[in-house]
């Protein structure tokens, strides 16, 4: 695999700017919504850092404790919490936005710009980035870390495959969702450079990674990544996504254990994320390329599909096509086995796809004449679209 092109392509160089211009736009809107007194959603971390500042440490089975350590630092210097943890989305969106065109470029010349256009113009990118929540910082490490290796030419380094594991020890340190996918992209490492000097730096980096879970994990007898996010499993499966008879099961002491539960409906679980992966890949992922955290009606398939064709037809490396295949469909089907596939739940799939968006966009800018208005067009109707949910 060779490293893309220092310079983008003839025409795209202004999108260099896009991942800082996107870091600071979203931490604006950070502020602004905050003297107009609307808070965020905040997935209850910003409390997690209010309390390790007051000096008690939680262990929370919801909440790893990566991402509530990164939100108290930058805490020290930023009031209130919430500002904090919107602050560090909008510096996560910014990595994410420069990681995507990496990996597009790296998958076909030219495609590293209209990358970077699209994910610094896509309304959940905009939602996510100004939010209290694991979604974009876990999505932009492992991003990061994907980046990192499209850059490397040759063998990896010691110290790079160290980077790569920090980052995705710390991606499953702050969203225990993103195990599946880190899992992926350390193998794909493995197998990228099967070397001793650089699988001995990635385990390393994998562990320094997780070690602030770990640490915590150890002060309360804990394992590093116990939690308690399977019993959506159970809300989805035996209480027909019913809090209220979830909320027995826990007042009744009738929770089952998740061997019990597995045991009794596995094949009841594997069937039902087959049938939302169908929800997922008809209307959530097509969707949130466009922008929207809501499902949009006529929508259908056609952003989805154009992802897949610039993976599968337009990307003249097919072996990274394939692995970036293989993560957005894990990402997908790891949500959808734990939890109804609905909005942001898919996101970590989604810098996947634009990067074969760009792809199968660059194609088709490449071939001229009418062709050429295919990616304007496109990204007009992602602005329309995901501005639309804000009203």
């Not at 990681?99 to 990118?125: K, Q």
């Not at 010691?158 to 790569?164: D, K, W």
Request: proline share 5%; charged share 10%.
């Amino acid at each position: 695999m060779t490293s893309p092109a220092s310079e983008p392509a003839p025409g795209w160089r202004w999108t260099r700017w896009l991942p800082l211009a996107t870091a600071v736009a979203l931490a604006l809107a950070v502020v602004f919504l905050r003297v107009c007194e609307v808070e965020a959603e905040g997935d209850l971390y910003h409390e997690r850092a209010e309390q390790l500042l007051a000096g008690t440490v939680v262990f929370d089975a919801f909440h790893p404790f990566g991402y509530v350590l990164l939100l108290a630092a930058v805490h020290v210097f930023v009031s209130p919490s919430l500002v904090a943890g919107g602050l560090v989305s909008a510096a996560a969106a910014g990595v994410l936005v420069w990681s995507t065109g990496v990996v597009a470029e790296t998958l076909r010349p030219g495609a590293g710009g209209p990358a970077r256009l699209f994910a610094a113009s896509n309304g959940v990118v905009w939602v996510l980035g100004t939010m209290a929540c694991s979604d974009m910082t876990s999505a932009a490490l492992v991003m990061w870390a994907a980046a990192l290796l499209c850059r490397s030419p040759g063998q990896l380094g010691f110290g790079r495959s160290v980077a790569i594991g920090s980052l995705l020890g710390y991606a499953v340190g702050s969203r225990f969702g993103s195990l599946g996918v880190a899992a992926l992209v350390c193998l794909w490492t493995v197998l990228r450079c099967p070397r001793a000097r650089s699988v001995s730096g990635l385990a390393v980096g994998v562990l320094a990674g997780l070690a602030p879970q770990a640490w915590l994990a150890a002060l309360v007898d804990k394992t590093p990544l116990q939690n308690d996010n399977w019993h959506n499993m159970v809300l989805k499966i035996v209480c027909d996504d019913d809090l209220s008879r979830l909320q027995h099961l826990y007042d009744s002491g009738t929770l089952p254990s998740l061997s019990d539960f597995l045991r009794e409906h596995g094949g009841d679980l594997l069937w039902r994320a087959g049938l939302d992966s169908v929800t997922a890949v008809g209307q959530v992922l097509p969707s949130l390329l466009m922008g929207s955290l809501r499902p949009v009606d006529g929508l259908q398939l056609w952003p989805l599909l154009l992802a897949l064709a610039g993976l599968w037809f337009a990307a003249p490396r097919r072996r990274l096509a394939a692995v970036l295949t293989v993560l957005a469909a894990a990402a997908t089907f790891s949500v959808c086995i734990a939890i109804a596939p609905r909005g942001r739940q898919l996101f970590s799939a989604i810098p996947f796809l634009f990067a074969g968006l760009a792809a199968a966009l660059a194609a088709l800018h490449a071939r001229g004449g009418v062709c050429r208005a295919i990616l304007p067009a496109l990204w007009l109707a992602t602005v329309g679209v995901g501005g639309a949910q804000f009203h």
